[in-house]
Antibody, heavy 121, light 108 residues
């Protein structure tokens, strides 16, 4: 069964750090590019970061560039998001998603259920 | 920056046709993907590359993209189609993925 499961979300104080993980199963993880997306409570979807299947190509949204770092470990079938200097506006459900093929513009065909991050003093 | 504009809400009676639009200058030159998100669930891809349908998505869902508007059309709307729908494009200028603000489809 093709599946993505996020973990690592919790409540953290402003300025704190957190590392999210996304465990992939049921497919050859190393063949797929991956991405992180978040959704603040009651709001729409916001793309955060993209990493190619090899890890050689990475993009970030302006809102997180310089604070968040995407990475992957193909041997462990895992995707990560290191989040530093967290702000209240980073409060959201964080989803990982699989890019359906190898082209950058390909859609995201598998999504995880998400993990909640709350940034509050 | 690239901004995709969607109407916040659309209402339609069961069995009728719902049209959800995504607007931006010259969006027709880009490839548009559409996602459906029901409350408390992860988004699901319903249309990709303007008008292609993933396996498992009913034929009632279709898409078209031209000029300044991309449209997701749902024919014979059912109660189970009630959800938020988001359009998405890759903006090559900024090297960013961009989502529309989402349209909440209500089935009357």
């Amino acid at each position: 069964q093709v599946q993505l499961v996020e973990s690592g979300g919790r409540s953290v104080k402003p300025g704190g750090s957190l590392r999210l993980s996304c465990a992939a199963s049921g497919f050859s993880f190393s063949d797929y590019s991956m991405t992180w997306i978040r959704q603040a409570p009651g709001k729409g979807l916001e793309w955060l970061s993209y990493i190619s299947f090899s890890g050689n190509t990475i993009y970030y949204a302006d809102s997180v560039k310089g604070r968040f770092t995407i990475s992957r470990d193909n041997a462990k079938n895992s995707l990560y998001l290191q989040m530093n200097s967290l702000r209240a506006e980073d409060t959201a459900v964080y989803h990982c998603a699989r890019c359906s093929h190898t082209t950058l513009t390909d859609p995201w065909d598998i999504w995880g259920q998400g993990t909640m991050v709350t940034v509050s003093s | 920056s690239y901004v995709l504009t969607q109407a916040p809400s659309v209402s339609v009676a069961p069995g009728k046709t719902a049209r959800i639009t995504c607007e931006e200058n010259n969006i027709g030159s880009k490839s548009v993907h559409w996602y459906q998100q029901k409350p408390g669930q992860a988004p699901v891809l319903v249309i990709y590359y303007d008008g292609d349908r993933p396996s498992g998505i009913p034929e009632r869902f279709s898409g078209f993209n031209s000029g300044n508007t991309a449209t997701l059309t749902i024919s014979g709307v059912e109660a189970g189609d009630e959800a938020a729908y988001y359009c998405q494009v890759w903006d090559t200028t900024s090297a960013h993925w961009v989502f529309g603000g989402g349209t909440k489809l209500t089935v009357l």
